[in-house]
């Protein structure tokens, strides 16, 4: 059975931080690629950040520099640290985690947490 557990949500300040974490069961992660995607209240859901099975990044332009994801394969976890919070962070957060076939931009397996919620005060 595959889970992705999410946890690190809250209220926070507009220019405080938060850290998320995600939990990955059944034997996924070594090769999945793991990413955080954000829906806010009447919007769709966006990719925040990526990280590929190699440690390889990718960020939406509005959060580059300000977040950061990485992955402990060891501990089956991925985490994004949120700095200088806005706003407009205010969102639902999910943890993603895709399965690519190799030399494609298709997948074949895509599990996704129940999601935790972040708000930010201005």
């Known amino acids: 059975q595959v889970q992705l557990v999410e946890s690190g949500g809250g209220l926070v300040q507009a220019g405080g931080s938060l850290r998320l974490s995600c939990a990955a069961s059944g034997n996924i992660f070594s090769d999945n690629h793991m990413g955080w995607y954000r829906q806010a209240p009447g919007k769709q859901r966006e990719l925040a950040a990526v990280i590929s099975t190699g440690g390889s990044t990718n960020y939406a332009d509005s959060v580059k520099g300000r977040f950061t994801i990485s992955r402990d394969n060891t501990r089956n976890m991925v985490y994004l640290q949120m700095n200088s919070l806005q706003p407009d962070d205010t969102a639902v957060y999910y943890c993603?985690?895709?399965?690519?076939?190799?030399?494609?931009?298709?997948?074949?397996?895509?599990?996704w947490g129940k999601g935790t919620l972040v708000t930010v005060s201005s």
């Open positions: 993603n985690a895709r399965r690519y076939i190799m030399g494609t931009m298709s997948y074949d397996t895509d599990y």
